[in-house]
């Protein structure tokens, strides 16, 4: 194998692992917003209880308390995964485009091969024709 698709392999690896990476924070950061929305909803039951039941009113403020450092932490996880999901996209991009330099460095050495090979061809083909005609 030469080296090009060594490093060809090598970038398309690292592309495939960023992938599952970013893929992987989505979830996490779509999980995280399914718990927002449920402490959101959990908070909306809440007061219609506490507006169904009088007796229920009195733990109310301590319940809403509770819900609210509970939705900050939240808040604050939902940031952090936004940030690094933005980490996993950026780092996901430069390893596309890395990838796509070694493929393009690749091609151009190809091409510089058949260039070369044609080239001795054509000064094959060109001694065979003056030793041809010199006869």
């Known amino acids: 194998?030469?080296?090009?698709?060594?490093?060809?392999?090598?970038?398309?690896?690292?592309?495939?692992?960023?992938?599952?990476r970013l893929a992987e924070v989505r979830d996490r950061r779509t999980a995280a917003e399914m718990k927002l929305a449920m402490l959101e909803a959990e908070g909306l039951a809440e007061m219609a209880r506490a507006d169904a039941d009088p007796m229920s009113g009195l733990y109310r403020a301590a319940f809403m308390d509770a819900l609210r450092v509970r939705k900050a932490d939240a808040r604050r996880a939902l940031a952090e995964l936004e940030i690094e999901e933005q980490?996993?996209?950026?780092?996901?991009?430069?390893?596309?485009?890395?990838?796509?330099?070694?493929?393009?460095?690749?091609?151009?050495?190809?091409?510089?091969?058949r260039k070369d090979e044609a080239r001795r061809e054509t000064a094959a083909l060109d001694e065979l024709g003056l030793r041809r005609a010199s006869r």
């Open 87 to 113: 980490g996993a996209r950026d780092a996901l991009a430069e390893a596309f485009e890395a990838q796509k330099k070694y493929e393009h460095v690749a091609e151009q050495a190809r091409l510089m091969e």
């Open 1 to 20: 194998m030469s080296w090009s698709k060594s490093l060809i392999k090598l970038a398309t690896y690292e592309v495939e692992t960023l992938q599952k």
